[in-house]
């Protein structure tokens, strides 16, 4: 019985598919290489001795993925393919609305008419909006997502309930907060395609020369440092998550059909703090400069990991400044790459 992986060349999908290799499951990759590259894969096999098998198409074409699901005894899913823009989101929204949900509405049609259960599903905090309270737990009241993507991981979420409870499904939903780091051995990591959206990669490449200076979107938060505040997990410990969370559908340890689970650390860091940690975990000297609050962010999110802790036994171990190294180590072994 194998794990169907979508998007598993992707950066949390790749760390994800390493810890399923090395807890035993046999995997089987979709990915249409659209934000990857497929020397991933060589970095799969260096780490863990193993190539999956990988399929290299797009799950809008759901001949091919009906070819992969009668050629392979799938047990579970893990579905990481989505496009995940936020800024590309709000400029193209019909595509992300027909990428992220169609791809997703395929694997579904198909499951029910193979009566595969266990779905794990990538989703998002960017659901909670900015909550009212922090931590936030899994009872947080949802709000309306501030951008397209966040809508598409908000209907993709309600898409599984439904498909749940009218197919007696097993469903895990699991709400990144912000992935950060790259796996020890520098073999796989982010690889930000174009100028990187999110804060650690932008830091990176500016502390590397590839990007002139850092901005920092706002100052004037109601927070310590006036900066925003968000909840960074170690991407090696997210993919531990996924492990824990497909042990769990699996083996049915679950009366409930819909699981959900916020992953984060539990502890909120600011911009400046993540600047300054990756400054003195590197050994570098990052340039930045403070520009107006970018369209849409939000002031704080950090989570509320007792669920997860408490169910999936699970729990992130990794400190900031140790993932904030990988990133560093990852990104030479980018340059030695295209030296
Ligand atoms: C973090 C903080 C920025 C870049 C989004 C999605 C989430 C997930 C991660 C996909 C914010 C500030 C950023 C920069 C900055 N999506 N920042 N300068 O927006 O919390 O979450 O990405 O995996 O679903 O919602 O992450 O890293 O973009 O921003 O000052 O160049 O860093 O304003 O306060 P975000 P981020």
Not at 64 to 72: I, K
Not at 77 to 97: R, T
Not at 236 to 254: E, G, N, R
């Amino acid at each position: 019985m194998a794990i169907l992986v979508t998007g598993g060349l992707g950066y949390i999908g790749s760390h994800t598919v390493v810890e399923l290799i090395q807890s035993n499951f046999e995997v089987i990759i979709v990915d249409d290489l659209s934000n990857t590259e497929k020397y991933i894969l060589d970095g799969i096999q260096k780490i863990t001795g193993v190539r999956p098998v990988f399929y290299p198409f797009d799950l809008k074409r759901r001949e091919l993925l009906t070819q992969v699901l009668e050629a392979h005894k799938i047990e579970a899913c893990i579905h990481f393919a989505a496009y995940k823009a936020v800024g590309e989101s709000q400029e193209k929204p019909i595509d992300y609305y027909e990428n992220n949900l169609f791809s997703l509405i395929n694997l579904l049609q198909e499951f029910k008419s193979r009566n595969i259960s266990n779905f794990i599903f990538s989703s998002s905090c960017t659901v909670y909006g900015q909550a009212d309270e922090m931590p936030i737990w899994e009872e947080t009241p949802l709000k309306q997502p501030e951008s397209s993507y966040g809508r598409t991981k908000r209907m993709g979420e309600d898409i599984l309930k439904d498909f749940a409870i009218a197919h007696h499904k097993k469903v895990s939903l699991l709400r990144y907060f912000n992935p950060i780091g790259a796996h020890p051995s520098a073999l796989i990591g982010e690889l930000p395609l174009g100028v990187p959206n999110n804060l650690v990669p932008y830091i990176c490449q500016t502390a590397a020369g590839i990007r002139a200076c850092l901005s920092i979107f706002g100052q004037d938060y109601p927070t310590a440092d006036g900066t925003a505040i968000r909840d960074y997990i170690y991407v090696v410990d997210l993919a531990k998550a996924h492990v824990a969370a497909l042990k769990k559908v699996i083996h049915h340890k679950t009366d409930s059909l819909i699981d959900i689970y916020n992953l984060g650390t539990g502890k909120g860091s600011s911009v400046l703090e993540v600047v300054k940690g990756f400054e003195a975990a590197n050994q570098v000297r990052v340039k930045y400069e403070f520009k107006p609050r970018r369209t849409g962010d939000i002031t704080i999110a950090y989570a509320d990991v007792s669920k997860a802790e408490r169910e999936l036994n699970w729990k992130a171990s990794t400190s900031l400044e140790e993932a904030l190294k990988t990133t560093w180590q990852w990104q030479k072994h980018l340059e030695s790459r295209n030296s």
